[in-house]
Each structure stands twice: as C-alpha cells, then as structure tokens.
C-alpha cells in the first residue's frame, strides 16, 4: 500500500523559504504512471494547487506562484520536495503532498506551516 | 488562473439526493475529461470520489455520481447519510497544464 507522508518544519519566518519533502513508501515514485504533486490549504479555506514534478524531473506550476515555488524530485530515496521562498503570513496552510494521475488519489496527511517571526 | 465556481453550502434531509456544480471554461473543465471531485471531513486529508467526470475509484459508494455538461460539472450524492456531511471540491486540468480546485461546497445533512 503506498503511503505519503510529508512532516515538515512548523514555523518559517517571512521572507525566508519554506521546505517540505514527502517521502512515498510501499511504491516507486520512478512510476511512469504517475505524477507527484503539492497542494495547500490555508486555514479555514479552500484547496489551492502548487505544483507537480514527475519523476524525469520535468515541473509544472501554479501561474500565481511560480516566482517563488522550486520542486525537485531524488529517486534514490523516494522523495519530491517543495520549495517555497519569500513567504509572507498569506503562506500560512496545511501542505499535502499527493499522487496523481489527472487526478489526485493518494494524499500525504498534510502538515500546518505557519508564517510568523 | 481563477478558482472553479461551487456553490458555499448545499443541504439536504438524509435520504434525500443533493447535486453540486462546478463551474468552469471552456479551457478547463469544458475542455477536459479530466475532473475530479474530493471529500474532506475536518482536520482530514481530502478523499477522492470520482475521477475522469464520472468514474468511482475502487470503494466508493454508487452513491456518489459525477457528470458534466458543457462549462459545468456536476457531484450528486443520493440517498444522503450522516456521514456525507463534509467540504467537497471539484478540480479540473487546464489548458495551460495546470490544475486548478473549486471553490468548495459545504455539505450540511439536516
């Protein structure tokens, strides 16, 4: 059974990047049959697509923040990763991370990210 | 890109069927087959129900159905239940090689 799970650091300061890595068990994340995916939700608030890495490494992002969202992938231990810099308090969500395949069918159980000095 | 439409609440009588829509272009969910609804209860990770407009991933209920017509799709649940009482947001692919998620539905059980 795959699994996603995506701890992450809890408390970023503005202006500086904000991290996660998902890590995927019981499956490859070289599956060509997939793409691997980040989505947040702000407190309270709706989902809001970041962005989708495939395991080649080719990205595709959300118009809106694509300034500042890098995603990178590693194979060799089964992760994809976001990158999220110059963050602000607008910031502040649950990320998951996510499989999908035209649609989204593995969800990660989302970690809450605060922005805040 | 702009979030898809739905309306904020919908509610119904257990038993009884509800229909929630998902308004888009023709660049999105008028475009593609590729629509997609999820349930989310509280504090949880969304779960998804149907995939491709129509289709139940292996466990949901035949409860829930998906259709689209035009520029708008739609979820309906029959034979509504406690537990269907939830957030549920639609989502579409996009022209641009994109995703993009609806703007969410409130589903109340009265």
């Known amino acids: 059974q795959l699994h996603l799970q995506e701890p992450g650091p809890g408390l970023v300061k503005p202006s500086e990047t904000l991290s996660l890595t998902c890590t995927v068990s019981g499956g490859s994340i070289s599956s060509s049959s997939y793409y691997w995916g980040w989505i947040r939700q702000p407190p309270g608030k709706g989902l809001e697509w970041i962005g989708t890495i495939y395991y080649s490494g080719n990205t595709y992002y959300n118009p809106s923040l694509k300034s500042r969202v890098t995603m990178s992938v590693d194979t060799s231990k089964n992760q994809f990763s976001l990158n999220l810099s110059s963050v602000t308090a607008a910031d502040t969500a649950v990320y998951y991370c996510?499989?999908?395949?035209?649609?989204?069918?593995?969800w990660g159980r989302g970690t809450l990210v605060i922005v805040s000095s | 890109q702009s979030a898809l439409t739905q309306p904020a609440s919908v509610s119904g009588s257990p038993g009884q069927s509800i229909t929630i829509s998902c308004t888009g272009t023709?660049?999105?969910?008028?475009?593609?087959?590729?629509v997609s609804w999820y349930q989310q209860h509280p504090g949880k990770a969304p779960k998804l129900m149907i995939y491709d407009v129509s289709n139940r991933p292996s466990g949901i209920s035949n409860r829930f159905s998906g259709s689209k017509s035009g520029n708008t799709a739609s979820l309906t649940i029959s034979g509504l239940q406690a537990e269907d009482e939830a957030d549920y947001y639609c989502?579409?692919?996009?022209?641009?090689?994109?995703?993009?998620f609806g703007t969410g539905t409130k589903v109340t059980v009265l």
């Open positions: 989502s579409s692919f996009t022209i641009s090689s994109t995703y993009v």
């Open positions: 996510a499989r999908h395949q035209g649609y989204f069918d593995l």
């Open positions: 023709s660049s999105d969910v008028g475009g593609y087959k590729y």
